[in-house]
């Protein structure tokens, strides 16, 4: 099995908060309510930024940052 991707589309929250926890306090940051939440292992980044009126691809960016891949 290949390593998750943390840009990948697809990917849940719930399993991109596992595979890099330090992303969490960028959910936190933006008052999602996405940690911890039922829905979080099916939604994905682009649901959630939907979900709360971000910009996806800066969110995506900050997500990067905090998981020190970009």
């Known amino acids: 099995?290949?390593?998750?991707r943390l840009d990948d589309p697809d990917l849940p929250l719930a399993d991109l908060?596992?595979?890099?926890?330090?992303?969490?306090?960028?959910?936190?940051?933006?008052k999602m309510l996405c940690v911890g939440c039922l829905i979080s292992p099916f939604h994905t980044v682009t649901d959630a930024c939907?979900?709360?009126?971000?910009?996806?691809?800066?969110?995506?960016?900050?997500?990067?940052?905090?998981?020190?891949?970009?």
């Open 17 to 30: 908060m596992t595979q890099w926890p330090q992303t969490i306090p960028v959910f936190v940051r933006h």
């Open 50 to 70: 939907e979900e709360y009126g971000l910009d996806e691809a800066a969110f995506l960016t900050e997500l990067m940052r905090a998981a020190g891949l970009g």
């Open 1 to 4: 099995m290949r390593k998750p």
